[in-house]
Nanobody, 121 residues
Framework: QVQLVESGGGLVQAGGSLRLSCARS????????MGWYRQAPGRQRELVAA???????NYADSVKGRFSISRDNAKNTVYLQMNSLKPEDTAVYYC???????????????WGQGTQVTVSS
């Protein structure tokens, strides 16, 4: 199986920065999308930033210019650098990876356990 382990969440004041990490391990698969989602209380889970096909990136409008997604393929790790944080960025942040099995071609979708980010005003 595949494991996604997030780290780096915490409490920060508005205007501060945090860097989230997502380490992937387990069975290799063909990754088509890997990135970060978040879910605030009472709200639906939403895309924050992700690598899509190739090296393309996709960002939520609300984080453009403040957040940056990057990756270290040698470490199987994806990062989310979050700058100029706002109270409305408070949420549980989830790492996600989707794609297909090298063996069967079956679509697969994996999620981490989530890491809490709290931004105080």
């Amino acid at each position: 199986q595949v494991q996604l382990v997030e780290s780096g969440g915490g409490l920060v004041q508005a205007g501060g920065s945090l860097r989230l990490s997502c380490a992937r391990s387990g069975r290799p698969f063909r990754i088509t999308t890997m990135g970060w989602y978040r879910q605030a209380p009472g709200r639906q889970r939403e895309l924050v930033a992700a690598f899509t096909s190739g090296d393309s990136t996709n960002y939520a409008d609300s984080v453009k210019g403040r957040f940056s997604i990057s990756r270290d393929n040698a470490k199987n790790t994806v990062y989310l650098q979050m700058n100029s944080l706002k109270p409305e960025d408070t949420a549980v942040y989830y790492c996600s990876a989707s794609g297909s099995s090298y063996v069967s071609g079956q679509k697969v979708d994996y999620w981490g356990q989530g890491t809490q980010v709290t931004v105080s005003s």
